[in-house]
């Protein structure tokens, strides 16, 4: 069965900081492949998704993530983390399920950010 | 000109209670799911109507019965509701069921004591 593994629960950075998240998928085909963010109390907004062509991929509020085939990982990246970058990372991946697709969703990092 | 709204925002009830929860997209979409996230933030589908016909149905108990009167709706009734229903409950759409995109709304916070 396809998974989503989101190695680190929590991680802390300081405001400025780069940032790396990580996120490693078991798919057997090629994998469709998302990062979104659930601020405090809200839903889910999509940052970024990887179907195809170029591995690495721009998304909204400056983060980016590489796709890499022979690590099967999916980090996503941000140089310069801001205080309202606080909140919970969700990276997925898009199984089909006979025509029909599904998320797989990892089990999520909680981003702190210091001040 | 919200594209995937539920109601309520916030559902608190009893064990032993039948509620529900309401959603509706105004983006076109032929697809419709819905998804549990629990306290451990772990998300999951349960559901999903494709043109207001069940597709995917996640062996969720039969407690849990998803109502789509049109495309643009696709309801939650939960009967007999219990302590581990507490969740948070994502409604969310995509173009059809080829689409990976989804759209997800806001969330249902039930709580049930």
């Known amino acids: 069965a396809q998974s989503v593994t989101q190695p680190d629960i929590h991680i802390t950075v300081s405001e400025g900081a780069s940032l790396e998240l990580r996120c490693n998928y078991s798919?057997?085909?090629?994998?469709?492949l998302f990062w979104y963010v659930q601020s405090p109390g809200q839903g889910l907004q999509l940052l970024l998704k990887?179907?195809?062509?170029?591995?690495l991929v721009q998304g909204i509020k400056g983060f980016e993530a590489e796709f890499k085939r022979s690590q099967s990982s999916f980090n996503l990246r941000k140089p310069s983390v801001h205080w309202s970058d606080a909140a919970e990372y969700f990276c997925?991946?898009?199984?089909?399920?006979?025509?029909?697709?599904?998320?797989?969703f990892g089990t999520g990092t909680r981003l702190k950010v210091l001040a | 000109d919200t594209a995937v709204s539920q109601t309520p925002k916030y559902l608190v009830t009893q064990m032993g209670n039948d509620k529900s929860i309401k959603c509706e997209q105004n983006?076109?979409?032929?697809?419709m799911y819905w998804y549990k996230q629990d306290s451990k933030k772990f998300l999951k589908i349960m559901f999903s109507?494709?043109?207001?016909?069940?597709?995917i149905n996640e062996t969720v108990p039969n407690r849990f019965s998803p109502k789509s009167p049109d495309k643009a709706h696709l309801n939650l009734h939960i009967n007999s509701l219990e302590l581990g229903d507490s969740a948070v409950y994502f409604c969310?759409?995509?173009?059809?069921?080829?689409?990976?995109?989804?759209?997800f709304g806001p969330g249902t916070r039930l709580t049930v004591t």
């Open positions: 969310a759409s995509s173009q059809d069921i080829s689409v990976l995109w989804i759209h």
């Open positions: 798919y057997g085909a090629t994998p469709y």
């Open positions: 990887y179907f195809s062509g170029d591995t």
């Open positions: 997925a991946v898009g199984e089909d399920t006979s025509g029909t697709y599904k998320y797989i």
């Open positions: 983006l076109g979409h032929d697809t």
């Open positions: 109507y494709n043109n207001k016909e069940l597709i």
